[in-house]
């Protein structure tokens, strides 16, 4: 069965330094990878997908994400966080039905 | 833009009370989802759709149950609330084919009381 954990509740970071967001999945086959963020009182929106060819994917607001097949892996990155970037990120795997880990939630101090 | 919208941001019904959440989209996706959403435990599906009139369990289905009559228009159904379904509930819907990105409503945030 698939399955997605998320192993941080929640992550304090300054405000312009680097993030990673840990992901690892359970999956049968090849899978399809992605990363949602939910503002306070928004719905979720997508920030990358992976499905196949290179695995450094780039996505929007300017997050990356790693796919390493050996660890079972999707980890997120952004170089420098942003303020607007406090938010709930929710890691997923899935083709049609889609499974979604616990979430982490970003804290950006000044 | 894919729109997807939800009946409702906030409801409030009493215990025993009939419940329907509507979501309806308007990118003519095939699939159509309904997940809750609770702190520590992420999103979890509930039931999902591929087509009109077809209905898959997800992992939480007890206590609800869905209508899908038309392509665009998925329901939820709580057919006796109870307290322990205060949560929020959040619609998706996706192509059959592709990249199965999912994309979401606002969400409805219910109270049973």
């Known amino acids: 069965a698939q399955s997605v954990t998320q192993p941080d509740i929640h992550i304090t970071v300054s405000e312009g330094a680097s993030l990673e967001l840990r992901c690892n999945y359970s999956?049968?086959?090849?899978?399809?990878l992605f990363w949602y963020v939910q503002s306070p009182g928004q719905g979720l929106q997508l920030l990358l997908k992976?499905?196949?060819?290179?695995?450094l994917v780039q996505g929007i607001k300017g997050f990356e994400a790693e796919f390493k097949r050996s660890q079972s892996s999707f980890n997120l990155r952004k170089p420098s966080v942003h303020w607007s970037d406090a938010a709930e990120y929710f890691c997923?795997?899935?083709?049609?039905?889609?499974?979604f880990g616990a979430g982490t939630r970003l804290t950006v101090k000044p | 833009d894919v729109k997807v919208t939800q009946s409702s941001r906030y409801l409030v019904k009493r215990t025993g009370e009939k419940v329907f959440l509507e979501c309806v989209q308007d990118?003519?996706?095939?699939?159509m989802f309904w997940y809750r959403q609770d702190p520590g435990l992420g999103l979890r599906l509930i039931y999902f759709?591929?087509?009109?009139?077809?209905?898959e369990k997800g992992d939480i289905p007890e206590g609800y149950s869905v209508s899908r009559e038309k392509k665009e228009r998925f329901s939820l159904i709580l057919e006796s609330a109870s307290t322990n379904q205060t949560s929020m509930y959040l619609c998706?819907?996706?192509?059959?084919?592709?990249?199965?990105?999912?994309?979401f409503g606002p969400g409805t945030r219910l109270t049973v009381t």
């Open positions: 998706a819907s996706s192509f059959f084919e592709g990249s199965y990105e999912q994309y």
């Open positions: 999956y049968g086959a090849t899978p399809y």
């Open positions: 992976y499905f196949s060819g290179d695995t």
């Open positions: 997923a795997v899935g083709v049609g039905d889609m499974r």
């Open positions: 990118m003519d996706h095939e699939n």
């Open positions: 759709s591929y087509d009109v009139k077809m209905k």
